[in-house]
C-alpha cells in the first residue's frame, strides 16, 4: 500500500494543480464576458442557430488572439490552432433532422441537442420550456429523448 501512495501522491498534486490552474482560468474568463454569456437562438422547422452576440465575438476574438500568441511565443502549433478556433466560432447551427439526441434538463434551463460532430446547448426561460422542447421534439424526427 506504501509503494501504490508513493506512486499517486504526485498525480494527485497535478490533478489538483490542474483544477486550480482551471478555476482560475474560469473565472478570469466570466469576468472578460462580464459574467455572462450572451446569445442569441433562432429556430425554425429546419434549424436551431445559436449565435453570439456582437459585443460577445469581439471579446471571444480577442481571447482567440491572445491564446494564438501564446501559443507562437511558446512554440506550440496547437494552441495557435484553438486560439484560431475559439476566434472564428461564433455560430453553431444544428439541422433538426440531423439531431441524434434530446436531453432536457428543465433544472438548469437546458436542451441540449447532441448531432454527430456538433453539440448545441439551448438555453430557454421556464416558460417557454414546454413549448419549445416539444417542438423540438416533433421536429427532431430521428432523435432519441432523454
Not at 428543465?106 to 441540449?112: A, S
Request: charge should be positive.
Amino acid at each position: 500500500m506504501e509503494s501504490l501512495w508513493s506512486l499517486t501522491w504526485g498525480f494527485l498534486l497535478i490533478l489538483l494543480g490542474l483544477f486550480v490552474l482551471g478555476y482560475i482560468a474560469y473565472i478570469i474568463v466570466a469576468w472578460i464576458y462580464g459574467w455572462k454569456y450572451v446569445v442569441l437562438f433562432t429556430m425554425d422547422e429546419k434549424e436551431l442557430v445559436h449565435q453570439q452576440m456582437p459585443r460577445q465575438v469581439k471579446k471571444a476574438v480577442v481571447i482567440g488572439a491572445l491564446t494564438s500568441l501564446m501559443g507562437l511565443a511558446a512554440g506550440r502549433p496547437g494552441v495557435v490552432g484553438t486560439g484560431l478556433l475559439a476566434s472564428s466560432h461564433t455560430k453553431s447551427t444544428s439541422r433538426l433532422a440531423d439531431v441524434a439526441r434530446i436531453v432536457a434538463r428543465r433544472r438548469f434551463h437546458l436542451i441540449k441537442l447532441n448531432q454527430l460532430l456538433n453539440k448545441n446547448r439551448v438555453y430557454v426561460p421556464d416558460e417557454d420550456f414546454d413549448f419549445v422542447y416539444q417542438f423540438l421534439c416533433q421536429h427532431c424526427t430521428k432523435a432519441k429523448r432523454k
